[in-house]
């Protein structure tokens, strides 16, 4: 029994026990997660279109799908990959966004190197007609 002021506490020295056991893990496990945010970086790609028409938009989008698929298979199996997701523009569907996430600087720039990645790169630079825009960052 425990007494804290007026109150009694029928609470087993076990209980107490395992309740402070609990609350050190949840601790461990929440800077364990904080670590690998905080090292892990997000890189922002821009890919725009130049303007086109409706019938190109036809013809170039199921290309650019698999291109972007492709690119996307290919990271997955790179070390230090975490996650990527591709987004369209509302307002400019011209306009692509691709979020990837990284555990570190140095796996982004091991994949940004990587010969094949580059030469599909270029393939969907061609297509599109400009170069994609990539900005990086990372937790403070």
């Known amino acids: ?38 090292m892990s970086i997000r890189v922002l790609m821009i890919r725009r279109a130049a303007k086109v028409s409706r019938g190109m938009d036809v013809a170039i989008l199921p ?15 790179q070390p230090g990959y975490i996650s990527g997701e591709t987004l369209r523009n509302v307002d400019d569907p011209n306009e692509y966004l691709v979020i990837s996430t990284w555990k570190s600087l140095d796996a982004w720039q091991r994949w940004f190197a990587n010969e094949k990645r580059a030469e599909l790169e270029g393939k969907v630079d061609a297509l599109l007609g400009s170069p994609t825009v990539y900005k990086v960052f990372s937790y403070d």
């Open 1 to 38: 029994m425990f007494r804290f002021g007026a109150i009694n506490l029928f609470v087993s020295a076990d209980r107490i026990r395992t309740h402070i056991q609990t609350k050190r893990i949840y601790q461990l496990l929440y800077n364990i997660h904080k670590e690998n945010i905080i």
């Open 63 to 77: 290309q650019l799908s698999e291109m972007l698929t492709e690119l996307r298979a290919m990271a997955y199996y």
